[in-house]
T-cell receptor
Framework: DAGVIQSPRHEVTEMGQEVTLRCKLI?????LFWYRQTMMRGLELLIYFNNNVPIDDSGMPEDRFSAKMPNASFSTLKIQPSEPRDSAVYFC?????????????FGPGTRLLVL | EDQVTQSPEALRLQEGESSSLNCSYTVSGLRGLFWYRQDPGKGPEFLFT???AGEEKEKERLKATLTKKESFLHITAPKPEDSATYLC???????????FGKGTMLLVSP
């Protein structure tokens, strides 16, 4: 089975531009988690969805960030407008909630650089 | 608030030199403790889940153990390919989210 798929793998943009990150869940999983990783703060949860519904978005840094899950297998994370401090690696993770352990499986990440 | 502290931040070993990584945690009720391995430029890769104190799990040269306050990842006779950052995370009872530590960067020299 294919794992979690993220695109693009790398993104370089200028401050003020809109950035859209994409994630495809593992087939059969029902939950998706968006994380941001930086050297200073480590891995931080931004938002998570269960059965396409946003459950906890308390980690979303500000209104410039938004996330959607238009169907059971796909999600987007949008930053508009982007700022240099948004530069980080963004991961999505997929899980089957309700299963023992509820292990999260991570994608390869999108490395974002905002100039 | 859940807290996870990993130590040391970095560890350098010679090939074959066994050691342990520590993960101390604070949760109101532990639902699960997770260990991940992360290679440079890649996403975290799942290694183990531990659920209750006294539990142990093994995979090749790695063994994870759990007490009520901490978990250890023991690395026996490591090889250079074990070099990576090892992340620990906890899941609090009643929640589906994970709280991660900042990781231990392990370098194994030949």
């Amino acid at each position: 089975d294919a794992g979690v798929i993220q695109s693009p793998r790398h993104e370089v943009t200028e401050m003020g531009q809109e950035v859209t990150l994409r994630c495809k869940l593992i087939s059969g999983h029902n939950s998706l988690f968006w994380y941001r990783q930086t050297m200073m703060r480590g891995l931080e949860l931004l938002i998570y969805f269960n059965n396409n519904v946003p459950i906890d978005d308390s980690g979303m840094p500000e209104d410039r960030f938004s996330a959607k899950m238009p169907n059971a297998s796909f999600s987007t994370l949008k930053i508009q407008p982007s700022e240099p401090r948004d530069s980080a690696v963004y991961f999505c993770a997929s899980s089957l909630l309700g299963a023992l352990g509820e292990t999260q499986y991570f994608g390869p990440g999108t490395r974002l650089l905002v100039l | 608030e859940d807290q996870v502290t990993q130590s040391p931040e970095a560890l350098r070993l010679q090939e074959g030199e066994s050691s342990s990584l520590n993960c101390s945690y604070t949760v109101s009720g532990l639902r699960g403790l997770f260990w991940y391995r992360q290679d440079p430029g890649k996403g975290p890769e799942f290694l183990f889940t531990l659920y209750s104190a006294g539990e142990e799990k093994e995979k090749e040269r790695l063994k994870a153990t759990l007490t009520k306050k901490e978990s250890f990842l023991h690395i026996t006779a490591p090889k250079p390919e074990d070099s990576a950052t090892y992340l620990c995370a906890v899941q609090d009872s009643g929640y589906s989210t994970l709280t991660f530590g900042k990781g231990t960067m392990l370098l194994v020299s030949p």
